[in-house]
Nanobody, 119 residues
């Protein structure tokens, strides 16, 4: 099995910062893309940022210039540095990874971590 464990969520005032971490573990051969999604109440889950195995990154427009995704391939860990947070960033943030493991290729998800930005 493959597991993704997230940490770093919490409550912060508007304009503040948070750093999310997500570590993948298990019978992993390689990881293609790793990224962060979020889901606010009553809304669909949306892609926030993704980091590919080739080193490229992509962000949804609403977080460009405020959020930075980074990755430590040696630790199978992805980070999301969130600066200048806004109340509309409030959501459950999920880590996702496209993994090649002993079980084949599959996309895995973390359990989610709550980010709440107060105005």
């Amino acid at each position: 099995q493959v597991y993704l464990v997230e940490s770093g969520g919490g409550l912060v005032q508007a304009g503040g910062s948070l750093r999310l971490s997500c570590a993948a573990s298990g019978s992993i051969f390689s990881i293609n893309d790793m990224g962060w999604y979020r889901q606010a109440p009553g809304k669909q889950r949306e892609l926030v940022a993704v980091s590919t195995s080739g080193g490229s990154t992509n962000y949804t427009d609403s977080v460009k210039g405020r959020f930075t995704i980074s990755r430590d391939n040696a630790k199978n860990t992805v980070y999301l540095q969130m600066n200048s947070l806004k109340p509309e960033d409030t959501a459950v943030y999920y880590c996702s990874a496209a993994v090649v493991s002993r079980y084949g290729f599959a996309r895995y998800w973390g359990q989610g971590t709550q980010v709440t930005v107060s105005s």
